[in-house]
Nanobody
Framework: QVQLVESGGGLVQSGGSLRLSCAAS????????VGWYRQAPGKQRELVAE???????NYAASVKGRFTISRDNAKETVDLRMDSLKPEDTAMYYC??????????????WGQGTQVTVSS
């Protein structure tokens, strides 16, 4: 059974920091692209940051320079360090693991989400 379990969300003041962590099980972690998405109320889910199986990293423009994604294939975890948080970062954050991106057999797994709230 595949599981992606997020932790580390919470309430923080503007300018503060949080670290999200996602622990995966039931998949061959090192063949997956892994990353974080977020969804604010009334908005579509959007990519925050992704790190490919080869270690290439992609950030949303809105978080570049403030957030840092990392993965540990031995521990099967993907972390998101979030600094200089802004109220507009408030959202539910979801861990994602994706295999064969862009291919007909692309498939994603999702975590349950962890809430991040940034107060002004």
């Amino acid at each position: 059974q595949v599981q992606l379990v997020e932790s580390g969300g919470g309430l923080v003041q503007s300018g503060g920091s949080l670290r999200l962590s996602c622990a995966a099980s039931g998949i061959i972690f090192n063949v997956y692209n892994v990353g974080w998405y977020r969804q604010a109320p009334g908005k579509q889910r959007e990519l925050v940051a992704e790190i490919t199986r080869d270690g290439d990293i992609n950030y949303a423009a809105s978080v570049k320079g403030r957030f840092t994604i990392s993965r540990d294939n031995a521990k099967e975890t993907v972390d998101l360090r979030m600094d200089s948080l802004k109220p507009e970062d408030t959202a539910m954050y979801y861990c994602n693991a994706k295999v064969n991106p862009g291919q007909p057999d692309e498939y994603s797994y999702w975590g349950q989400g962890t809430q991040v709230t940034v107060s002004s």
